[in-house]
């Protein structure tokens, strides 16, 4: 695993970054920051754009993609994106069980200060106590952390993955639908299950899936 990680270390070095900052910025201020910053500074792009984008982490992405790289013949990826799937979903949704965390609204109702909140037209608040970890988080850092490993050798294509994720991210906090910590521990997830199952596809390889990989103009065969 640590060898998908030096090959990959631009994306890492960035995620690991961007995960240390948000780490440090809750202890710097309150979790009702984050979301009374938002609800100041919405402006209708901003809201039209964190509700579609949100999509990304859902289970959408994992099905494209999927069919996408079986009609191109890339069956080793198909296989990456489509496990992805099933084991951050299963994982998400076990550890949702397990910590049954109210979400952001549940909360700031009981504190009396929903109402303070502007919200984003057209968005449910969701009230259960499946808030941590961040579903959307996790399935966004997963299949976009597995794109990210196809375009090994295109560090521009890699950085745009990793920014798609961390929008997705950043977009359930915008909705009011997470904390930031559901978000940040969620993509941490998501980056592992995707580690984790492409290991396991490289060092167990599904008979009649070839796992040559086209990378820009080049090909790369991963060892």
Not at 36 to 51: A, C, L, Q, W, Y
Not at 58 to 63: D, G, T, V
Not at 126 to 148: D, M, R, V
Not at 173 to 200: C, E, N, R
Request: with cysteine.
């Amino acid at each position: 695993m640590l060898t998908i990680i030096q090959q990959n270390k631009m994306y890492f070095a960035s995620y690991f970054l961007i995960f240390v900052i948000v780490f440090i910025w809750q202890f710097q201020y309150e979790w009702l920051d984050a979301f009374f910053i938002f609800s100041n500074n919405r402006t209708p792009f901003g809201d039209v754009f964190f509700k579609l984008w949100t999509h990304l982490g859902e289970e959408y992405p994992f099905i494209i993609f999927t069919i996408f790289f079986l009609i191109i013949g890339e069956k080793y990826w198909a296989w990456q994106i489509a496990m992805g799937g099933l084991v951050v979903l299963s994982v998400s949704l076990g550890l949702k069980e397990l910590f049954a965390v109210p979400r952001p609204a549940a909360v700031l109702e009981s504190l009396g200060i929903l109402s303070d909140i502007n919200t984003v037209e057209g968005v449910t608040l969701l009230k259960g106590s499946t808030s941590f970890p961040s579903g959307h988080s996790a399935g966004g850092f997963c299949i976009w952390t597995l794109l990210a490993f196809r375009f090994l050798g295109n560090p521009v294509a890699q950085i745009a993955c990793l920014i798609t994720a961390v929008l997705v991210a950043l977009s359930r906090v915008y909705l009011i639908l997470h904390f930031p910590d559901d978000t940040l521990f969620g993509s941490a997830i998501g980056v592992a299950v995707a580690i984790v199952v492409h290991h396991f596809l490289q060092e167990k390889p599904i008979i009649g899936v070839n796992k040559t990989k086209v990378i820009a103009v080049h090909t790369v065969t991963p060892e």
